[in-house]
């Protein structure tokens, strides 16, 4: 529902994500339980939050909920955002968002998380907060209506197939995320967003089945296949052995990305990567499934990406030092390897699958990639024999 609250601004997260869902929208924040104690309070807050919102979606249901009976890993319930799934409570079909929290409200966060790069290494980030809010509002809102999208014939997916599905969804939460910025009027914002998808397979902590660059303008969201998602995980093998170069050496870098697209033969797993598509009836031999066009395209989308964002900052300035997660810029010769906060730039790019401060992020490495983690909570509880629809993956963003 829209706020009506005097003086009170709309938030952009929630009217994208109400724009574009087919079903009503539970909020939650996790802002709001970030200073309980424990996972039970945790809950207890996230409770009282669900209860209290659907009772406005439906006044005349039951709204007595026990969050520990959903259709939701309990887990999913308090992690930061965001993050989206369609459930039903008590008859209703729902759909359940967790909105980013406070680490994730400024545009440049929310680029740090989709492109898992450093703020300091890239141009400005085009538009407003508003603008990157509503943008990830849309994408989880979209989410709301996919459960089930595809594979209706199948109650059990295997993790090649999950992987698949959840690229495709991903691809067409993205697709129109970037069809609402054009025709807001914010095609540089639309263009930005595709390329920190396209930056991020330097990191190897943002997930394959996210990898939408590659996909996004090239083919529809719905034809990606396995083959993508595999090509995502070469593409991320190869790139992220280069993260140094990738901040310190621009011009090395891009030579090393246009010799794997100009012989991808080469391209250490390539070969094996696709897995087995047939078996050779004389011989008995595997046939494998030859990928090499994906890769190609993956590696492509990237370094474009990386001409347009990255080198252009580059090419202006050079990065010397970065004390406490902020950067100091001269002009003329860096360091052979850049640090920051006393750990090499492969290291900070790993602490960028997850917002947060930069030592933060570097103090817990365990917990990174929290949308991935997301997806797992939210699937594993689903993913066996049930007419329920399997709960969609979270945005990592």
């Known amino acids: 529902m829209p706020n009506n609250t005097p003086n009170s601004a709309p938030n952009p997260f ?26 039970e309070q945790k809950l207890h807050t996230v409770e009282k939050s ?29 992690s930061s955002g ?7 409570i008590n008859g209703q079909k729902v759909c359940v968002i967790t909105k980013p929290g406070a680490d994730m409200d400024t545009k440049e966060e929310v680029a740090e998380t989709l492109s898992g790069t450093p703020s300091n290494i890239r141009r400005e980030v085009p538009g407003t907060d508003a603008d990157w809010q509503r943008g990830a509002g849309v994408h989880e809102g ?6 089930g999208t595809y594979n209706l014939h199948k109650t059990i997916l295997s993790e090649e197939d999950m992987a ?7 691809a067409e939460a993205d ?83 246009e010799k794997a697209i100009a012989h991808p033969e080469n391209i250490e797993g390539i070969g094996e990567a696709g897995g087995i598509k047939d078996i050779d009836d004389a011989s008995g031999d595997a046939i494998m499934e030859d990928i090499t066009p994906e ?10 990406a990386y001409r347009q964002e990255v080198l252009p900052r580059a090419q202006a300035s050079k990065i010397e030092d970065i004390k406490g997660g902020q950067p100091e810029i001269i002009q003329g010769d860096i360091k052979d390897t850049m640090e920051i906060g006393g750990v090499k730039a492969s290291s900070f790019f790993n602490s960028h699958s997850d917002p947060g401060a930069a030592q ?28 329920a629809p399997a709960p969609v993956t979270p945005m990592t963003i």
């Not at 698949?164 to 991903?170: C, D, G």
């Open 82 to 88: 965001p993050g989206a799934a369609a459930i039903t």
């Open 175 to 257: 697709s129109v995320a970037l069809q609402d910025m054009e025709q807001r009027g914010k095609p540089e914002v639309a263009e930005a967003w595709k390329n920190y998808r396209s930056l991020g397979r330097v990191n190897e902590n943002l997930h394959p089945n996210h990898a939408t660059g590659a996909i996004l303008g090239n083919i529809e969201p719905g034809d990606a296949t396995t083959n993508h998602v595999n090509a995502a995980h070469v593409t991320t093998n190869l790139l992220s052995q280069h993260q140094d170069d990738f901040v310190n050496n621009p011009d090395q870098y891009i030579e090393t990305v």
């Open 142 to 147: 979209v989410h709301c209506n996919q459960a």
């Open 164 to 170: 698949a599905r959840t690229l495709r969804h991903e």
């Open 50 to 78: 669900i209860q209290t919102q659907f009772q406005k979606h439906f006044p005349d249901s039951d709204s007595n909920i026990n969050v520990n009976k959903l259709a939701l890993s309990t887990d999913s319930l308090v």
């Open 295 to 304: 890769v190609k395209t993956a590696l492509q989308t990237h370094l474009d």
């Open 14 to 39: 929630e009217e994208g994500a109400k724009s574009v869902s087919n079903i009503p929208v539970i909020f939650i924040d996790p802002d709001d339980f970030k200073d309980d104690s424990n996972k």
């Open 360 to 387: 933060q992020r570097l103090d817990q490495q365990a917990k990174l990639d929290v949308g991935v983690n997301n997806e797992a909570n939210l699937t594993a509880q689903n993913n066996q024999p049930s007419m």
